[in-house]
């Protein structure tokens, strides 16, 4: 009895564990379908095709220069607008890097990843805005290419660190650190775990099966992407930190009690010194008058 009662109370255990385990996994996906699903879903019915105006430029420059580098004459200029290397000087590379954004890579398909940029600006833009989707976008693909150019400095060696000065030659193209930054800022913003998985753990499988220099550069936009969704929201507790001055005592003036404001009237005439000749006639008939009754009562 004992042992069939242990046995039956395990069970239960394992039920409730189970139960609660499916409970908390379909918690977690809904809330995950409507923050990266449902609210910019309504965001786009409410701004219409406007909020996606971002993601269909940056498409579209991406075909464009994509269509531009299939000539000759085209892919030089495009290389030399949009072409970013290690070994080129550092003023050179961060003046193309803007526009190495919309340079597709040669190692990558370009029909393939237009789907996964459009997707990622159209969700960043809904959710994040247009500026703060830009910067994101500039901010994690210079943290890569920095990053890189540290490691070809370095050298091969430092425990796996450092590049062999080979890939400075390399061309460092293409949206796919954007694309990365922006998917993982929004699964660390909109606490997305299967969204976080897709993109993090993906470019952590690609660093390991393939070590190149683009899988190591994604695996650096996700770390800096990681690092500013954690710091999204923390300026109020990031001030807090700061020491703050003491404010200064300043005297201001007392505030004048409400006083009510006389009526004007109508100034009365200056007196002068001789009266008017008005009032001498009227002395005088007043006089006249006196010296009449006397005469009469005598």
Not at 148 to 164: D, K, Q, S, T, V
Request: hydrophobic letters at 50%; proline letters at 8%.
């Amino acid at each position: 009895m004992s042992a069939d009662g242990s046995t039956a109370g395990r069970a239960d255990q394992v039920r409730a564990l189970l139960a609660r385990l499916a409970r908390f996994t379909w918690r977690t996906l809904r809330g995950e379908w409507h923050a990266v699903v449902v609210d910019p879903g309504r965001l786009l019915a409410r701004r219409g095709p406007s909020g996606l105006l971002l993601a269909f430029v940056a498409a579209f420059a991406v075909i464009f220069c994509h269509d531009v580098a299939q000539h000759p004459t085209g892919a030089l200029w495009v290389e030399r607008l949009g072409g970013v290397k290690a070994d080129l000087p550092l003023w050179l590379a961060l003046l193309r890097t803007p526009v190495s954004l919309y340079v597709p890579a040669l190692d990558l398909p370009v029909w393939g990843g237009i789907t996964q940029l459009f997707l990622a600006f159209a969700l960043a833009e809904l959710t994040l805005g247009r500026a703060r989707t830009l910067a994101l976008a500039y901010g994690t693909t210079l943290a890569g290419t920095l990053t890189a150019r540290l490691m070809i400095a370095l050298g091969p060696g430092w425990w796996g660190f450092g590049l062999p000065p080979e890939c400075g030659k390399v061309l460092d193209t293409g949206p796919s650190a954007a694309v990365v930054g922006l998917f993982t800022y929004l699964a660390v913003v909109r606490r997305a775990p299967v969204l976080f998985t897709l993109t993090g753990g993906s470019m952590v499988w690609e660093s390991v099966a393939v070590p190149n220099l683009a899988g190591r550069e994604h695996l650096v936009a996700v770390v800096a992407s990681i690092v500013l969704g954690l710091l999204h929201g923390r300026r109020e507790r990031l001030r807090s930190f700061v020491p703050s001055r003491p404010a200064t005592r300043t005297t201001e003036p007392a505030a004048a009690e409400a006083v009510p404001v006389p009526v004007p009237t109508r100034p009365d005439r200056p007196r002068s010194a001789h009266p008017a000749p008005e009032a001498v006639l009227t002395a005088l008939e007043r006089q006249a008058g006196g010296v009449h009754v006397r005469t009469t009562s005598m």
